[in-house]
């Protein structure tokens, strides 16, 4: 996604030639995203050229990554549109570039829609409760690195960092959501946790791929939810559109119907998605974290996104309450 850490031509090559898929023809940064480097990658075989996504993981640790390699196989294996790691001859997926974590993946076909149509609502609705579903029951299990134990963290952090209103703010709604939690009993599973629109790909109205699963964790996959209605449904205004938000959510209870809790929770699950990726975004922004540029390239490019959207997108629903239902 942002380009963190620059390749020279002789470290593309080198990393490539592990895999034999082809000579490099070229390849560059993807300046799009937030958290990881991306590049793409064509390379040539028997005068076809493909294009690869390499992605080379800026904050995620090691030990963490073979949770997602399983993940999109598992999906990918089970027909959904997820790109697989590609392995080496030496059926290593996993590789280390600058002391970092990266993969290689096929760049799947199609494009982000800038604006969601009511069609790619129903696609995306469909297509997460079929990811969900895929997952119920798997071993697999992957601690939300992002969770409450994360925000509490970074709310101390930010407090002396940001205006006293908005330090207000966060603490009292921190306050709140953690006793939410401590008595809400709602499905839980792996989820997504990234499902902007810009991590899902079309042709048209017809998914062709959806990307980026490593904010994916066990957690509640209302909160999955949460995260994809407040990106794919949010008006200008921060009003939730109502066509394309019931549209969405009806797709996703004709895969898996929605519990009573669920119905009970919902309000206040799309308040605390708001505010979770409010947190993150402010922390691009005032760097609290100590090693949050270590390792990284001198002239970084970075996509920040503005972190009042998300705060204001929370005091939003607050206010229009009444639209927030879930479908029977």
């Keep these: 996604m942002s380009v963190y850490t620059h390749l020279s031509q002789a470290e593309v090559e080198h990393f490539i030639s592990k895999y034999s898929l082809g000579e490099l023809v ?42 997602f390699v399983s993940l999109t196989d598992l999906l990918a294996d089970k027909n959904l549109p997820i790109p697989k790691s590609l392995r080496d001859a030496s059926d290593q997926a996993l590789h280390d570039l600058h002391g970092k974590p990266s993969l290689l993946q096929v760049c799947l076909a199609g494009k982000h829609s800038p604006i969601p149509t009511n069609e790619q609502c129903h696609a995306i609705g469909e297509m997460l409760g079929k990811i969900h579903q895929a997952v119920a029951g798997s071993s697999l299990k992957q601690e939300n690195q992002r969770g409450m134990a994360w925000i509490v963290t970074q709310v101390e952090r930010l407090t002396p960092l940001v205006s006293s209103n908005d330090a207000e703010l966060l603490n009292k709604q921190l306050k709140r959501f953690q006793q939410f939690f401590d008595t809400v009993n709602i499905p839980q599973g792996i989820i997504h946790g990234d499902l902007f629109h ?131």
């Design 26 to 67: 070229h390849y560059e940064g993807i300046a799009a995203g937030v958290e990881n480097t991306n590049y793409f990658v064509d390379l040539k075989s028997n005068e076809n050229i493909t294009r690869y996504v390499l992605t080379i993981f800026e904050y995620l640790p090691h030990n963490v990554m073979p949770f």
């Design 198 to 328: 810009d991590n899902a790909l079309f042709t048209g109205d017809c998914i062709t791929g959806i990307i980026d699963f490593y904010n994916a964790c066990y957690d509640y996959w209302l909160y999955d939810i949460a995260v994809t209605v407040n990106d794919w449904c949010r008006q200008d205004s921060l009003v939730l559109d109502e066509v394309r938000t019931s549209t969405l959510l009806k797709a996703y209870h004709d895969v898996r119907p929605f519990t009573d809790e669920e119905r009970l929770a919902w309000p206040v699950i799309l308040q605390f998605a708001a505010f979770r990726f409010w947190v993150s975004r402010l922390i691009t922004f005032a760097h609290p974290e100590e090693d949050s540029s270590h390792g990284m390239a001198d002239n970084p490019v970075v996509n920040s996104k503005n972190p009042d959207e998300m705060r204001d997108l929370m005091l939003s629903h607050y206010d229009n309450a009444h639209l927030l239902v879930l479908p029977n």
